[in-house]
């Protein structure tokens, strides 16, 4: 009874209290009901401004091993902007993402290789990238690991036409090979890849990338580690006929 009667007695005083006195009472009593309420509103707002703004994507790749030159720049490139445009794309409501976010040291082990690695199988697993553009060094492993279209599956006879000297193939022997090593767990084998502007000396070749040594708006906007640019498709991409039409585009520059 003694807790219920201080309890009348403060609650009495409160009515005669100052405004002051009122909101201490209240923010003593009820600060963290408070404090949680504003939390949880503000997650709210804020997943409903994310939501209502959010983009969808046009198109995604990785530039593996690359850096944007203009690193103080918030904007994307003119190409970008211009490419969309010819392509009928709203950047208003869609994305054109070039992550360059991703670099791997093939065969070593350092933090950011490990970490891009582990990114990229993440990326390609969700289906979330249409395509990777990156130098010949980098590109060859990936390349030789089913992961990429063969292009005739994908472009039309003039398209073949016109892409077909800018080619990158490998030897789908190699490849088969590489996958039964792979599945034997036969660590001691070491594939010899063909010279992949050479498809004359390959026992089965697949054209798998397209060649984008030389586009200016790649070169003057971008760094990449090796020499050559080549792009990929991703066997899974969702907007793989895009792709084609940027590798149209920039060598059409």
């Not at 409903?48 to 959010?54: D, E, G, K, M, P």
């Not at 090796?226 to 907007?239: F, P, R, T, W």
Request: proline residues 4%; negative net charge.
């Amino acid at each position: 009874m003694a807790v219920m009667d201080e309890f009348k007695k403060e609650r009495e005083a409160l009515k005669n209290g100052t405004p002051k006195q009122k909101l201490a009472y209240f923010w003593y009593y009820y600060k963290w009901h408070v404090i949680i309420s504003v939390i949880v509103i503000g997650m709210i707002v804020s997943f409903i401004y994310q939501y209502a703004n959010r983009k969808d994507t046009a198109f995604n790749a990785v530039l593996l091993n690359a850096s944007l030159l203009d690193q103080m720049s918030s904007e994307q490139p003119d190409f970008i902007t211009d490419f969309a445009e010819k392509e009928g794309i709203d950047l208003n409501t869609n994305d054109i993402t070039f992550d360059t976010s991703i670099r791997i040291v093939e065969d070593s082990m350092d933090e950011t290789s490990v970490t891009s690695t582990q990114k990229l199988m993440v990326y390609v697993a969700a289906n979330e990238l249409d395509s990777m553009i990156t130098d010949f060094d980098s590109f060859q492993k990936y390349a030789n690991s089913s992961l990429f279209y063969d292009l005739r599956d994908i472009l039309t006879e003039e398209q073949i036409q016109t892409l077909e000297p800018y080619f990158y193939y490998v030897d789908r022997e190699v490849v088969l090979a590489i996958e039964a090593a792979n599945d034997d767990l036969n660590t001691d084998y070491t594939p010899e890849y063909p010279d992949p502007l050479h498809p004359e000396e390959m026992q089965d070749p697949v054209p798998v990338g397209i060649r984008l040594t030389g586009c200016k708006d790649l070169t003057d906007n971008y760094y990449f580690r090796g020499d050559g640019i080549v792009m990929g498709i991703y066997a899974n991409a969702k907007h793989a006929d895009t792709a084609v039409d940027l590798a149209e585009y920039l060598l059409s520059k």
